[in-house]
């Protein structure tokens, strides 16, 4: 006998409607701390890994806030500053163009090191005030 169009998960059987039928993902909206309750060991830390999680999908550049609320140090941004690159090339020429590259690659690289620089401050206060929310 053919069991095409009967699944045993999400619609329990024919016809039925079993539990995972109407089974809701869960949002952001679902997590809560819980203060001075039962629940509050149990839920803390699914509540804080789904939280961190959120933060790392959805932020820009969420990532780095994520890492520092997991480890619960603020990231040091000065790692993320690019150095630049000097040329030894004893060919004034060569040196002077890949001088010339090498002042066009920092520029670009400095640029996004600021760009993620301002991400990791502004995700900071959207962190604080997402967890404090929940």
């Known amino acids: 006998m053919s069991h095409r169009g009967y699944s045993k998960v999400g619609n329990g059987g024919r016809g039925g409607c079993g539990q995972g039928a109407f089974k809701k993902k869960k949002t952001i909206e679902d997590y ?6 039962a629940r509050q060991a149990s839920d803390y830390e699914i509540t ?3 939280v961190i999680n959120h933060i790392r999908k959805t932020y820009t550049d969420g990532e780095d806030i994520a890492t520092a609320l997991e480890t619960l140090q603020d990231v040091d941004v000065k790692d993320w500053k690019p150095q630049i690159e000097t040329s030894v090339d004893l060919d004034d020429q060569i040196r002077a163009t890949e001088e010339k590259q090498y002042g066009m690659e920092y520029k670009m690289e400095y640029d996004d090191f600021m760009k993620r620089k301002k991400s990791y401050k502004n ?7 997402l967890i404090l929310e929940r």
């Open 123 to 129: 995700n900071k206060t959207r962190a604080y005030g």
């Open 48 to 50: 804080t890994e789904f």
């Open 32 to 37: 809560v701390y819980y203060v001075g309750s």
